[in-house]
């Protein structure tokens, strides 16, 4: 490894790499940068210039991985100190790669117009050849064309392309690096749109799948753990309300791409992963959120302990308008139609303005007619399954509330059910009668409501088609003075034709028992003009899927050429009718069978009144409702008592069949997985036995086939003859050779070519000698006898060739001279047109000299541009180094300003420190000074205490003995004078 070198230094020899046209060698001292142990102790600041140079260099070779290394080098050094950084290098790497792309394209339609001056002269007339070349270069125009763009364009799509996925790759999943992040996963989306790439839109939105499956799944993990945000993993919480924004933001941008694109299943995967999002987001207990839907649904608001999400209008306005866009595109009429009226209430009711998303009446119209057109008979009420479920949940957004209450209340549910999944699917009939408390009829257009009536309100089977056909006309048509905008019904004719025709079957089964086919083709006959479906076999196919899916109750009698409607008293169809708010006109024969049971009922109960009223007219009505509350509470608790004890059965019962199920089908499962190891293990076995036999046979006849291909060589060569010169072993081995029933065997046919050989060897080598001592003397006699005759034909040739070359020199002169005189005649007969010919050579080459000298002048004034061009981009070339190397000596400046002012300051803060210190030592030396003097002094006053106290105390013992002198004299005194 090379030694680590200053930012500084690396940069400045790269740049003296790069003016030599050394770019990989730049680029490589610029990456061993990354790869030393001192890498991460350099500052942010100083990196920043060489990463950008770095990147620059990789954009310009295409060096996609290292690219990414570097990229991923940066951001860990920088994400905990300098995130701005890392924002600014991966910006600046988009741009010089979006850069290229731009480039590119400039280049082709450069090379279109260079294409286009090329051809000399627009008026000059057509010759067969240029109408050949024109014939030709029209198949091949748009190949050319396509290898162009393929050479110039294609090689800067793919690495911005990667350029894309390199910065998302690099800045995913980090609260950090979120802003950046969503800025380029909405640039790759419109580098997807503007160049139509369809699989690389795919790819980046399941990139991006990945992504957030990947947050949630490591915010679990953490969650778990009590990491959430350790360790600098920067962890993303979508719990945060302005987190949720900024994805939801992206994913609602992919999925207006995604419609733009006609990527339907892509389109329908993003209304999924905003769903997704939401239910994501409001499953994390990481922050307290609730919701608010007023109604109808105009705004989703999801609040925390430090800020508010609002899922603005226009936004769920363009999620169910998409939405209904993937239904109508998929034939699911009842589903497109649910979402189109989400779509009319936040657009009509939440405060937007409708006349500039769509003119209201139009608008209403379509929630009609998107009603209308659901089939009568396709219902999700019977369903309840999954996809029905799942459908109905991407109609209504989840409610973070619910799962916020429900996080609380349960910390170990491993699924989240959102408050959605108990809405029930929609059905045509709640449609059409919630449109109609909205008072969207009154808003539709006059043609919308004659249709509504036609089908919904009035009973006419036999004039339906005749009110409805013109109806339709005019919706295709759509208003007048529009042009060629097409209407905005015409997407639901289709699907209209098909209401039509199975309600006109419903109505025809409550008036008749059996109708021709051809009448009902009579009836359908005023719509045939507007569309193909009405044919018989359309018919026909379309009334035996109804009566397959259970719509109508019919069969079709061929020979009858009839339909008879079967009307049976327990048919599930009419509660499914009922079920879909159709009421019939006239009772039916399962209506007969309910209604006699109910009269029977009714009946019934009537006769047990009266019973029972004649035994208890004794007893007043006030103790019998006494008696009725006091047994109450008892009965109630039975009735408590008894559910429980059913629901407890009913659930031991369920368990005991689910685990003798599972424990039947595990023991099944085992069986089934022993035998067929042993079935395995068996085939296995013959297997290999199997194939050891054939290798075994194979190498045998490998063997014989070598044998026979050699002796047969042999036979062909030669080496018979040889074998039956060596006597009756020879002639042994060459009927041995040419056996067909003895085996033959390879070693023994060698060993037998090696004694042939030998022998043929021996033989040849002594007639050789022979020869060879025959030709010597031979030679040699010859040589002896041919000395005269070469002499003599020596001498014969020298006199032959003498007489040749007189012969030939006297014929070379006279056709010399004869030319000659020939050549005189002929200079004589073309002097006469030379001063022609001088005129005519004058002429050419003076205009000949015109013609360059234009050329020249033409070339000259092109190379002088061309050179003017050249010089100019130089210049601004070295500006833009100039002020490229002013702005890194700038940085550079400043860095070391910033540096010494660092320096100052900190040797400033030490001298601060020192005099401090030095101040502070002074204090403490003044102080034990102070303390010092204190305790002389202390020590002098207690000597010269202690000596007054010794003073005193000598004066008193001399007083003391003086008095006892005094006494003792007076004493003495007194006994002398006694």
């Known amino acids: 490894m090379a030694p680590f070198s200053k930012p500084e230094t690396v940069l400045k020899q790269a740049e003296s790499l790069i003016s030599v046209g050394q770019t990989h060698a730049a ?65 600046k790497f988009i741009e010089m790669a979006e850069g290229k792309v731009r480039e590119g394209k400039e280049k082709v339609v450069a090379a279109a117009a260079a294409a286009m001056e090329d051809v000399d002269d627009l008026e000059a007339p057509s010759t067969p050849e240029s109408i050949l070349l024109s014939s030709v270069s029209v198949s091949t125009s748009s190949t050319g064309s396509d290898r162009t763009s393929r050479a110039l364009i294609t090689p800067s799509l793919k690495f911005l392309w990667e350029s894309y996925r390199t910065s998302l790759e690099t800045l995913k999943n980090n609260s950090r690096l979120e802003m950046i992040y969503q800025s380029v996963a909405q640039k790759a989306f419109t580098f997807c749109l503007v160049n139509g790439r369809k699989t690389e839109f795919r790819r980046l939105c399941e990139t991006l799948r990945v992504h957030l499956a990947n947050v949630g799944k490591y915010y679990a993990q953490n969650s778990m753990k009590g990491e959430r945000e350790q360790g600098g993993h920067h962890q993303i919480n979508l719990g945060d309300p302005e987190t949720l924004q900024r994805h939801l933001d992206t994913r609602f941008a992919q999925l207006n791409v995604s419609v733009e694109l006609e990527l339907w299943q892509e389109a329908f995967r993003s209304i999924e992963d ?17 919701a608010t839907t007023t109604a109808p649904t105009t705004t989703t608001t999801t609040t925390s302990s430090s800020s508010t999400l609002t899922i603005k209008s226009t936004m769920m306005a363009n999620y169910y308008e998409k939405l209904s866009q993937v239904f109508l595109m998929s034939g699911n009429a009842l589903y497109h139609a649910a979402a189109w009226a989400k779509y009319y209430d936040l657009v009509t009711y939440a405060g937007a303005n409708a006349s500039a998303v769509e003119n209201r009446e139009v608008l209403a119209g379509k929630v009609i007619v998107s009603a209308l057109a659901v089939p009568v008979g396709k219902t999700t009420t019977t369903g309840g399954g999954g996809v029905h479920s799942r459908l109905s949940a991407l109609l209504n957004l989840p409610s973070p509330a619910a799962n916020a209450h429900a996080h609380s209340h349960s910390t170990t549910t491993t699924t989240t059910t959102t408050s959605t999944n108990a809405v029930p699917p929609p059905t045509r009939s709640d449609l059409l009668s919630s449109a109609l408390e909205r008072d969207v009829l009154r808003l539709a257009p006059e043609t919308v409501k004659k249709l509504y009536e036609a089908l919904q309100v009035d009973f006419d089977p036999l004039e339906l088609c005749v009110r409805v056909g013109p109806l339709l006309r005019e919706l295709e048509l759509g208003k007048e003075g529009e042009g060629e905008k097409p209407s905005p019904y015409a997407p639901y004719l289709p699907l209209l034709h098909q209401s039509l025709l199975s309600r006109l079957l419903t109505h025809l089964s409550e008036v008749y028992s059996s109708i021709k086919i051809d ?21 026909e196919s379309y009334i035996m899927a109804c009566a397959r899916k259970g719509d109508v109750d019919l069969r079709i009698d061929h020979a009858e050429r009839g339909i008879v409607f079967v009307d049976e008293p327990f048919s599930f169809r009419l509660r499914l009718l009922r079920l879909q708010g159709y009421r019939p006109v006239q009772a039916s024969a399962t209506d007969l069978v309910r209604t006699r049971l109910s009269k029977v009922a009714e009946c019934l109960e009537g006769a047990l009144g009266v019973l029972e009223g004649k035994v208890s007219d004794s007893v007043s009505p006030q103790s019998q409702i006494q008696t009725l509350l006091a047994s109450l509470p008892a009965y109630r608790k039975k009735l408590l008592l008894h559910q429980s004890i059913t629901a407890r059965r009913r659930q031991l019962q369920q368990e005991l069949n689910a685990r003798a199920q599972a424990q039947s089908l595990t023991m099944q499962a085992e069986a089934m997985r022993r035998a067929k190891e042993q079935a395995r293990l068996l085939s296995l076995v013959e297997a290999r036995e199997r194939e050891a036999a054939r290798r075994k046979a194979e190498l045998e006849q490998i063997r014989r086939t070598e044998a026979e291909k050699y002796a047969k060589g042999l036979l062909e060569g030669g080496m018979s003859t040889l074998l039956k010169g060596m006597g009756k072993e020879g002639r042994e081995a060459v009927e041995k050779l040419t056996s067909t029933t003895d085996p033959l065997d390879t070693s023994s046919i060698i060993k037998m070519q090696v004694l042939a050989l030998e022998k043929d060897k021996s033989l040849r080598t002594s007639r050789l000698k022979t020869i060879s001592k025959r030709m010597d003397h031979l030679e040699r006699a010859y040589r002896v006898e041919e000395i005269p005759l070469l002499e003599r034909d020596r001498e014969e040739q020298m006199r032959g060739d003498r007489e040749g070359w007189e012969v030939r020199g006297k014929e070379v002169k006279e056709e ?19 001063g022609d010919w001088e005129d005519r050579k004058s002429t050419l080459l003076k205009r000949k000299g015109e013609e360059f000298a234009l050329r020249r002048e033409k070339a000259q004034k092109k190379i002088e541009s061309e050179k003017a061009k050249r010089l100019a981009e130089y210049i601004s070339k070295q500006n833009e180094l100039a002020l490229e190397r002013e702005e890194r000596e700038r940085v550079e400046r400043e860095e070391r300003e910033r540096v010494e002012r660092e320096k100052e300051e900190k040797e ?34 207690r000597l010269e205490r202690e000596e007054e106290a010794e003073r005193r105390r000598s004066e008193r013992a001399k007083e003391k003995k003086s008095s006892t002198l005094g006494a003792s004299s007076e004493q003495a005194t007194r006994t002398g004078t006694g």
């Open 908 to 941: 400033r803060e030490e001298r601060e420190k020192k005099e401090k210190e030095e101040k502070e030592r002074d204090e403490r030396r003044k102080e034990r000074e102070r303390e010092r003097e204190k305790d002389i002094q202390q020590s002098r006053m």
């Open 274 to 290: 905003i769903h997704n999002l939401l239910t994501m987001a409001s499953s994390m207990p990481s922050t307290a959120t609730t």
């Open 519 to 539: 009448f009902l083709l009579d009836l359908v006959a005023p719509l045939t003009s507007s569309s193909t479906l009405f044919t018989p076999a359309s018919i």
């Open 816 to 834: 010399g001279k004869k030319m000659w005189e020939e050549g005189i005649k002929e200079r004589e007969r073309l002097g006469r047109m030379r």
């Open 27 to 91: 680029l490589q001292s610029l990456s061993e940068m990354f790869s030393s142990k001192r890498f991460r102790s350099t500052p942010v600041t100083s990196l920043e210039p060489i990463l950008i140079r770095f990147m620059e260099l990789c954009v310009e070779l295409r060096k996609g991985r290292t690219a990414k290394e570097g990229l991923m080098q940066f951001k860990n050094l920088a994400q905990n100190t300098n995130v701005g950084s890392i924002e600014v290098v991966v910006e």
